[in-house]
């Protein structure tokens, strides 16, 4: 039975990017927080069904909230970044995006102690414009992004991109990509699997959709976010259509999701991640080929710890503490 993938992005309900208009970043510090009892929701209906996910962590809500990492990290699940200030890769230059990036993982890492692997861009916004993103993880260390879905949409998405874990070569250098998973239908990619998406769509579809994907030896993965578990947060003015985004089927979340964990198969993406270095590289399980590197490690050696940052850099208003 094949292994999926399953992640959690961890970040509060007014960090959706579709609210920005009504919730700008300077106005977070005044709002009420519900990611902490919303993220133990969660992580009570992962230790009922003996799960473990990766967790993308926002480095703000890392920060505000170091103990609700340190829960997650005592449970054995794995915890990667979401960024710092859950800005899209499209409003930033390489140079912010680094700033961003090396300050949500340094805060993570100075809570759990341990380096951090992976990455998930808010709103998938690694899209044919921001590759170079890609360049700077590898160049920070990263080991795998979690963040193309290739679908088309109004805010993200690359279309023709690879719908399976592979592996993408940037200027001699290569990082682990594990896509949004979609269903092929008539010629276009359908997204089905987290998010809108999952609360919209029947659960026999979904299902299916996953049992599709593993019937051709791949793995899918799962992505929700402790707000989708939280029907009493507050409304947001937003428009219509966010509203519907945000808000559809978020009272049902609760049961459809441990359906789905019932249902199939799912562990931390680094641990599928590795199951697909071990396939693509034709070893046996246990075995290592340094031709296909894992994400976990690179010839034996762990990740590069990030350069410190300053707590005075953490301090500082552009970071909208």
């Not at 609210?19 to 919303?38: D, T």
């Not at 874990?165 to 001699?172: A, S, Y």
């Not at 894992?294 to 990740?303: F, I, L, Q, R, V």
Request: hydrophobic share 40%.
């Amino acid at each position: 039975m094949v292994r999926n993938a399953l992640s959690i992005d961890v970040e509060e309900y007014f960090h959706v990017t579709a609210f920005n208009g009504c919730m700008p970043c300077q106005e977070w510090h005044k709002l009420e927080s519900r990611v902490v009892p919303a993220t133990k929701n969660l992580l009570s209906i992962l230790a009922k069904h003996h799960t473990k996910a990766t967790f993308f962590v926002v480095g703000w809500v890392a920060r505000k909230h170091p103990g609700i990492v340190k829960v997650i990290q005592r449970e054995g699940h794995e915890i990667a970044c979401h960024s710092y200030a859950h800005r899209e890769i499209s409003e930033q230059s390489p140079e912010s995006f680094r700033k961003d990036l090396r300050l949500g993982a340094s805060i993570l890492e100075d809570i759990t102690g341990n380096p951090v692997k992976g990455y998930r861009a808010p709103s998938f916004s690694i899209t044919k414009d921001t590759l170079w993103a890609l360049d700077v993880l590898i160049d920070e260390g990263f080991r795998y992004d979690s963040s193309i879905f290739p679908i088309h949409h109004d805010r993200y998405g690359i279309p023709k991109a690879e719908r399976f874990p592979n592996l993408i070569q940037r200027n001699g250098h290569r990082i682990w990509e594990f896509p949004m998973s979609t269903l092929r239908f008539m010629g276009i990619n359908i997204p089905f699997s987290g998010g809108g998406y999952l609360r919209l769509l029947p659960l026999r579809l979904v299902s299916r959709a996953i049992m599709e994907i593993n019937r051709r030896g791949q793995p899918a993965i799962v992505y929700v976010h402790p707000w989708e578990f939280d029907p009493r947060q507050p409304r947001v003015p937003a428009s219509l259509t966010t509203r519907l985004r945000h808000y559809h089927n978020i009272s049902r979340m609760g049961c459809k999701f441990e359906r789905l964990l019932a249902a199939h198969r799912f562990a931390p993406i680094s641990e599928v991640l590795e199951h697909c270095a071990r396939v693509a590289s034709g070893a046996s399980v246990g075995a290592r080929n340094p031709q296909m590197p894992s994400p976990a490690e690179d010839a034996g050696k762990s990740p590069p710890r990030r350069p410190a940052v300053a707590a005075a850099s953490r301090d500082a208003s552009l970071w909208w503490a």
